[in-house]
């Protein structure tokens, strides 16, 4: 059973930065994974952030392209999403998920695996 466990919430002002990482167990190969990084306000359904195929392949919602950045280190079976330049409407809570086969990387449908998420809040 894969679990996720995500870290490096908090709150940060407008054009700031942040890390979030998330820690991978329960699985012999996380390497084999999609994994990926979406958001959620409430009221509103989960979006995509920002996902990494099992070969490296990285999709980006148009609305952060450019200013995150997601990193995968399979030896440490951690997942990572480099946000810069933070604007206010990036505040939500951020999961972290993972499936072995993903046919539309941004779509939330498509993973199996969720973390409970890590709060941001960018204010300006």
Partial sequence: HVQLVESGGGSVQAGG???????????????????????????????????????????????????????????ANTLYLQKNSLKPEDTAMYYCAADLVVTGPLSPDEYKYWGQGTQVTVST
Avoid at 21 to 42: D, E, K, L, N, Y
Avoid at 47 to 52: D, R, S
Wanted: charged share 20%.
């Fill in 17 to 75: 930065s942040l890390r979030l990482s998330c820690i991978a167990s329960g699985a012999t190969h996380m390497s084999s994974f999609c994994m990926g990084w979406f958001r959620q306000v409430p009221g509103k359904g989960r979006e995509g952030v920002a996902t990494i195929a099992n070969d490296g392949t990285t999709d980006y919602a148009d609305s952060v392209m450019g200013r995150f950045r997601i990193s995968k280190d399979n030896a």
